[in-house]
Structures are given as structure tokens and as C-alpha cells.
């Protein structure tokens, strides 16, 4: 019974609820089409902005209305064309905010509700800030995180992107106890350069989400793309006095849109042009420099394609910032000798922490750290430069800079001119060991000259240090010293010079013609040596050692035993699986009668060899006087020499009897190779 009466009530409520549905449908539902709703300027403005809203119907329209959240706002009777009807607010203001619907009736039917829109207002609340960690600089491809930052606290902070891709994110804020700030941190990409990246952030409470603050300043995304990029350069120069006017020029390409100069450091670019016409350059003028210019700056390029690559860095320098002049002076002389020693002293009153000395055409830029001098009561920084060329003529000047500000200077010091005088003779720097040395043997250089210098300096390639030893006179030589290097290693490899002078003058001669020092067994390839077409061979001859190894090598070094000449290199040919050079001798004499042995070495380590070849014995028959006079090169190679081919060594005559009587008798053929003269003097 109970069963029986549950059921009829729920069909009495179903046919009591149906009825007046099918009533409402049947007076509701036609043929009309649904109105579109749109709003002009946008739906994003700020406040005291004027908004229109667009109802489009359809031309039977009689009446349009707009509802804001559900509520009746606005009713328009239309004029022609009746198929749209406009609601204006001027001045909007924060209860505005919200989100429309619009509908219309015809003589007998009713229209549908638009879709809503949402009207956002902004404005009302202060402007966040808005940064790019670390930087707004983006590689292409790569993430940025952008923090948007308030000191009042919203509930939640949102992020606008305003470039070619719409894009809207919103995060709830979290307080940041080390910056007393809410913030909240939105992370973007991948990043690409075909497109705009312009961001705004605003902040708003949860209550009312279409009310709004006002924008953060925009900040754009410069995306490192992979178009060409321009150069950039400053004129009149990057080092600047204060107060002038300075132009810094940017070049791209001919279809670029948009120029913009960044400055390292700053969030938003320093300047942005668009050209009337497209253009290949533009400028970006600084009517009066001062300290707030100094820095570092790169330019970019935009056009339909996208964004090129970032310039190369300009460094902007301010001069005249700080009043207290420093003095610079030459040690020993303002008249320098090309291929010595010179010394700039840059003295000041005031405690600056670093000096820097300048040349006028600005390609000679090198810092000292400031030392205080007790007997002067003064700071001074000394600047030395080892084997002046002449190349260091002209005009220098110092300045004084804080460590905290390195492109801020002080004015200049007084222009110091430099000339260089003419060149001394140079000495001559031998080895008695050979070029090539096994690691554990001690080693020593000899640097001689026929002109008496008091003292001698080794320098080598790449080192700081400058080893000094006073001469003495020899038999042959009238000075010679010998450095003693010690045990070789690894670290004895490199190229080697000297250089003489005299006790009165710090002015050093030119420097001896470089001596390279090879070191074997460094890594762990051992070539073969063999020789073609036999290891005995008649003056005249042609004969070829052929250098091979199945293990990759750069490079193929040729040595003979005893020889004063540097060795020779050739880079490898790959054949059948293995690197090969042929060593090529024409026409030989007894000459090149020896013991020769083979090396590989890499570009990485051009003075660390491999261990050498079992060692191959070459034996010319025939008499030096009547044979061929061989070429001026010990050995012709037929393939290309390498950039960093040896140079070789023709000793000075008279310092052959300082090496052994069998050394110098082998100079001495040397020296005579290819000469119209007796060698038989060369005996031992």
C-alpha cells in the first residue's frame, strides 16, 4: 500500500513539473538565432575608460537588452538597421566590473542569452613590479621565470602576455619574508624568436576577480634568435668624457622592423626605434653622457622573420668622474728600443684602487691594482710591457677607477708620447740536447752573441716569468750564458727566445729567432719509419721516409739525429686505414747520411710528441764536393706545411766553436748548404 502510493505521488510531481516546461519551450524556443556579444576598445580597460557593448540580432529585433551577472542593466529600442544595438558606459569605474550577457525579442519570440563576456576594469589597486630572472635575455628555445612583485598583499597576481601570443596565467601571491613583498613567479617558455614576447602583470583579491590593479611597465622577452646579428659600435669612441654627445650605432639587416639597445643589468630595454622605412641601421643618441650611461650594452634586431642574435657587447666607459688627476711617466725612457723592456708608472694622491693605461687609438687597455708607495706618500700602478714593437708608438694616458665602478674613470693624466728606436743585434739561442728531448734528462739552453751584452733573459711562450743571468765571454762568442733548466717533463715543452742587453740600459736587444722544445713518450702512439725505395741509396738519389700509425695523430714530426735545424711536420693522409705523411728528399748528398725516427703529436699539445719510431738509418754514398748542391731546406716535403711550421735555425758564426768540434762541424755544412764553397773547412 505504502509502495503503491510513493509511486503515484512521484507521477503527479513528474507530470506537475512537465507541463509547464513544454509550456515555457513552446513559447521560448523558435527560429531566432542567438545574439553575439562583443565590447569596444577591449574587454581589459582601466578605469574613466569609455566601453561599448555590440549586441548583434537579426533585423526582426524589436527590443535588445544587456544583463550584467544576471541583472538587468540596459534596454534599447533599435533604430535602422535593427539587427544591432550598442550600450555605452563613460567613465567606467570599478563596479562595472563583471560579466555581460545580451538578448533581444521579436513581436512574438524571445532570443537566447549571448555567451558572456567578461569586463575586466584596471587601475583601482597600485602597479606591481614585474622581472625577469635572471635576466630578460632568453636563448632560443630556453625558459624565463618572470616574478611579478607587490608590497601590498592581493590575493592573487596574474600575468599578461601582450606579444603575437595572447596568453594569460594567474597564481596565487606568497609572501617573501626577504624582500617584505607578496610575489609570485610564473615560469615562460620554451621561448622562441619568430614572435614578440610582452609581458604585463596585475594583482587582485578573490572577491572581485574582474577588478583589477594597475599594470606592472611592460617587459619584453629579447629572444637570441639565429638571424645574422648586427654590430654595434659607439661614437666618437667607447671610452667617453662626461657630458658630451655620444651616438651608439646599431646595423642590421634591411627588413628590420624593430631596433633595440639593452643595457646589461636593466630589465627593460634602454631604447626601442621603428623605422619609418626599413632600414639596415639606426641610432641611438645620448645627448649628455654621464655616470648613468656607463655599462654594458647589446642591440637587437626584429622583423616578420624574428629576432636575429644579440650583438657583440659594447662597453660604454664614463671619463671625468673623479676629479683627482693621475701623472704617467716611461721607466727607464719615453724613447723605447723595438724588441726591449719598458715600464709605465701611473702615480695619483687620491686612493684609487685600480689604474688603467690607454693608447689614443684605444686598442692598448690593460688594469693594475693601485699600491701605496710610503716614501712618496702616493698610490701608483706599474704597467710592463715585454718586447716593445714598434707597434707601441703613440699616445698614452692613465686613469683611476673604484673596483665597485669599473667603467667610471677619473680625468686623464697628461698624453705621453712614445717613440721607438731603431734594433740592436740579436743573439742566438742553441740547444745542445737536440730539439726533441725524452722526460728525466737535464736540459740546458745556451744564448750567445758576438756583441758583448752584459746580461741575458730566456723567455718562453706563455709564461709570465723573464729569467735573468749575467754573460761572460767566451772563446768564439764574446758573451754566452747558459739556463739551466733541470729535469725535463711535460712542462718543458714550448717555444723559447733570449735576449741581451747591457748593464747601463734596461733597453733590451731584438730577441733571437724562436727555439721549439718537443718532449717524446706524452701520449701513447709509437708510428713506423721505413724508407723508400731503400736505405742505401747513391748522391742525387730521390729517397722518401714514409711516417704511418693505425692511431689518429694531427701531425707527423721528422727528426734526424744530431741535426741543428728544427724538425720538420706534415699533416697525415688517411690510407687504408691507417695516417701516413711522406717525407720527400730529392737530389741527396751525403748531407742527409744519418739516423732519423718519427713522432705523432696532436693541435691540442703541438710541443708533446708521441714515443718514436724504431729509429731507420740512412747512408748516401758519393763525395759532398762533386754531388749536387742539395736545396736550401734539409728536407723538401711535396705536402703543405702547417701554419705553425718551425722555422729554421742559421746559427751565428761565431758561435760554432762553443759546441762540441762534431756539432759545429755539422753547422758549419749547414750553414755552407747550397753555396758555392769549399766545405772541406767544416772538417773536425
Given at each position: 500500500m505504502d509502495f503503491t502510493f510513493t509511486a503515484l505521488l512521484c507521477v503527479g510531481l513528474t507530470l506537475g513539473l512537465w507541463t509547464p516546461v513544454l509550456a515555457a519551450a513552446h513559447f521560448h524556443t523558435g527560429s531566432l538565432p542567438k545574439p553575439i556579444l562583443r565590447v569596444q576598445p577591449d574587454s581589459v580597460v582601466s578605469e574613466q575608460t569609455t566601453v561599448t557593448f555590440l549586441c548583434n540580432g537579426t533585423a526582426r529585433a524589436e527590443e535588445y537588452s544587456l544583463y550584467k551577472d544576471q541583472r538587468l542593466q540596459f534596454t534599447e529600442i533599435p533604430q535602422n538597421p535593427k539587427n544591432q544595438a550598442e550600450f555605452s558606459i563613460s567613465k567606467v569605474h570599478r563596479q562595472h566590473a563583471g560579466r555581460y550577457r545580451c538578448r533581444y525579442w521579436t513581436s512574438d519570440e524571445q532570443?537566447?542569452?549571448?555567451?558572456?563576456?567578461?569586463?575586466?576594469?584596471?587601475?583601482?589597486?597600485?602597479?606591481?613590479?614585474?622581472?625577469?630572472?635572471?635576466?630578460?635575455?632568453?636563448t632560443e628555445g630556453g625558459n624565463v621565470t618572470l616574478q611579478c612583485a607587490s608590497s601590498q598583499q592581493y590575493h592573487r597576481l596574474l600575468l599578461t602576455n601582450k606579444g603575437s601570443q595572447k596568453q594569460?596565467?594567474?597564481?596565487?601571491?606568497?609572501?617573501?619574508?626577504?624582500?617584505?613583498?607578496?610575489q609570485a613567479q610564473f615560469s615562460v617558455g620554451p621561448v622562441t624568436s619568430s614572435q614578440r614576447w610582452i609581458f604585463m602583470c596585475y594583482s587582485y583579491h578573490s572577491y572581485s576577480p574582474q577588478v583589477w590593479s594597475e599594470p606592472s611597465e611592460p617587459l619584453e622577452l629579447l629572444v637570441s634568435g639565429t638571424f645574422h646579428k648586427p654590430t654595434i659600435k659607439a661614437e666618437p669612441g667607447s671610452i667617453v668624457a662626461s657630458g658630451i654627445l655620444m651616438t651608439i650605432?646599431?646595423?642590421?639587416?634591411?627588413?628590420?622592423?624593430?631596433y633595440v639597445l639593452q643595457k646589461e643589468g636593466s630589465q627593460k630595454p634602454l631604447d626601442m626605434q621603428t623605422p619609418e622605412k626599413p632600414e639596415n641601421k639606426t641610432k641611438f643618441s645620448i645627448p649628455s653622457v654621464t655616470h648613468l650611461h656607463a655599462g654594458q650594452y647589446h642591440c637587437y634586431c626584429y622583423s616578420s622573420a624574428g629576432w636575429t642574435e644579440r650583438s657583440d657587447t659594447l662597453e660604454l666607459v664614463v671619463t671625468g668622474i673623479h676629479n683627482s688627476k693621475p701623472r704617467l711617466s716611461a721607466l727607464p725612457s719615453h724613447v723605447v728600443i723595438s724588441g726591449g723592456n719598458m715600464t709605465f708608472q701611473c702615480v695619483s694622491g687620491e686612493r684609487y684602487d685600480k689604474f688603467i693605461l690607454t693608447k689614443e687609438d684605444q686598442k692598448f687597455l690593460s688594469s693594475v691594482d693601485s699600491q701605496y708607495i710610503h716614501s712618496t706618500r702616493?698610490?701608483?700602478?706599474?704597467?710592463?710591457?715585454?718586447?716593445?714593437?714598434?707597434?707601441?708608438?703613440?699616445?698614452?694616458?692613465?686613469y683611476g677607477y673604484y673596483k665597485q665602478t669599473p667603467q667610471l674613470w677619473s680625468v686623464p693624466s697628461d698624453p705621453l708620447e712614445i717613440h721607438i728606436s731603431g734594433?740592436?743585434?740579436?743573439?742566438?739561442?742553441?740547444?745542445?740536447?737536440?730539439?726533441?728531448?725524452?722526460?728525466?734528462?737535464?736540459?740546458?739552453?745556451?744564448?750567445?752573441?758576438?756583441?758583448?751584452?752584459?746580461?741575458?733573459a730566456l723567455?718562453?711562450?706563455?709564461?709570465?716569468?723573464?729569467?735573468?743571468?749575467?754573460?761572460?765571454?767566451?772563446?768564439?762568442?764574446?758573451?754566452?750564458?747558459?739556463?739551466?733548466?733541470?729535469?725535463?717533463?711535460?712542462?718543458?715543452?714550448g717555444q723559447y727566445r733570449c735576449y741581451g742587453a747591457h748593464n747601463l740600459s734596461s733597453e733590451w736587444s731584438a730577441s733571437s729567432d724562436p727555439l721549439?722544445?718537443?718532449?717524446?713518450?706524452?701520449?701513447?702512439?709509437?708510428?713506423?719509419l721505413s724508407v723508400k725505395p731503400n736505405s742505401t741509396v747513391h748522391s742525387g738519389d730521390n729517397v722518401t721516409l714514409l711516417c704511418k700509425t693505425a692511431d689518429a695523430v694531427d701531425t707527423f714530426i721528422l727528426s734526424?739525429?744530431?741535426?741543428?735545424?728544427?724538425?720538420?711536420?706534415l699533416k697525415p693522409k688517411l690510407h687504408v686505414s691507417e695516417f701516413q705523411a711522406e717525407f720527400s728528399m730529392s737530389a741527396v748528398t751525403s748531407d742527409l747520411s744519418g739516423t732519423y725516427r718519427c713522432y705523432g703529436s696532436h693541435y691540442s699539445s703541438l710541443y708533446l710528441l708521441s714515443y718514436a719510431s724504431a729509429p731507420v738509418e740512412l747512408s748516401v754514398s758519393g763525395s759532398i764536393g762533386v754531388s749536387t748542391p742539395p736545396p736550401s731546406r734539409p728536407l723538401k716535403t711535396d705536402g703543405e706545411y702547417q701554419a705553425s711550421q718551425y722555422r729554421e735555425y742559421t746559427p751565428s758564426p761565431g758561435c760554432l766553436t762553443a759546441v762540441t768540434p762534431l756539432m759545429s762541424s755539422f753547422l758549419c755544412h749547414f750553414s755552407l748548404l747550397g753555396k758555392e764553397a769549399n766545405r772541406s773547412q767544416c772538417r773536425p
Open positions: 532570443s537566447e542569452y549571448s555567451d558572456s563576456v567578461e569586463l575586466v576594469v584596471t587601475g583601482v589597486y597600485s602597479k606591481p613590479s614585474l622581472s625577469a630572472l635572471p635576466s630578460p635575455v632568453v594569460s596565467f594567474t597564481k596565487y601571491s606568497q609572501y617573501n619574508y626577504s624582500t617584505r613583498q607578496f650605432l646599431c646595423q642590421g639587416n634591411l627588413d628590420a622592423e624593430i702616493q698610490y701608483q700602478a706599474l704597467f710592463s710591457i715585454d718586447h716593445v714593437t714598434p707597434n707601441l708608438t703613440g699616445t698614452f694616458r692613465c734594433l740592436s743585434k740579436n743573439p742566438s739561442l742553441l740547444t745542445h740536447q737536440g730539439h726533441i728531448l725524452d722526460p728525466g734528462m737535464n736540459f740546458t739552453l745556451q744564448c750567445c752573441s758576438d756583441i758583448s751584452y752584459d746580461k741575458f723567455y718562453k711562450v706563455g709564461r709570465t716569468d723573464f729569467p735573468q743571468h749575467y754573460g761572460h765571454r767566451a772563446q768564439a762568442c764574446l758573451s754566452l750564458v747558459n739556463f739551466t733548466l733541470g729535469s725535463v717533463s711535460s712542462f718543458t715543452g721549439d722544445i718537443l718532449i717524446t713518450g706524452q701520449f701513447e702512439v709509437r708510428p713506423s734526424k739525429e744530431g741535426a741543428a735545424h728544427q724538425p720538420q711536420r
